[in-house]
């Protein structure tokens, strides 16, 4: 999927991790390492069960994992070609019982996604920032989004607004840069893309 090919461009750019205020740069929080560590627990104590690998995988999207998140990714499916259709299920329901939590909706946004329900997963990114407004990835996975389905003004909006929180991400700098490119604006492109690797240089 072109979400994936794009986060692997970006890790190669650059280290990225995750935003804890406004202009700073990305930093996993305690916090989110204790849960990256409880998922990656119950991974270990359940290796195939698809939801566990699959509920590990959307915090690795937004924990600085990308690599890994991935091949969690593709497990699951491994281990139940169906599951897209349940994880869709399971946190549509875990959702309604659960409104105000953000990291429910990342997951429900990105079985959305893996059902090929776009705009839907869009509505959800949109709600994580509702509930949570500096969570970069989602203006990140919003602006990846629109970029597929050819909205590439509407991408490049939502990049801009996560580079408002912070300037300092790669990622988003990367995305620009496509955008610019697929505009037409290969100086501005390839001058965004530069910053990108200034910023990786720098360890963000």
Known sequence: ????????IALMIGNLSLIIGPAEAWRITPELQKE???KQANVRANPKDPAARFDLAITMAYTNNLIDGWANLKKTV?????????????????VRENVSDWRLRFRLAFAYYFNERKKEAIRELKNVI????YNVWAYGYIALIYGELNDIDTAMDYTRRGLKIDSNVAA????LSEGYY???DGGRGWGERLEALRLRALGY
């Open 36 to 38: 990256l560590d409880q």
């Open 182 to 184: 697929k505009q037409g």
């Open 130 to 133: 509702i509930l949570d407004p």
């Open 172 to 175: 988003l700098h990367l995305l």
């Open 1 to 8: 999927m072109k979400i994936f090919k794009f986060l692997f």
């Open 78 to 94: 491994e281990l139940d070609p169906n599951y897209r259709k349940v994880g869709l299920d399971t946190y549509e329901q875990k």
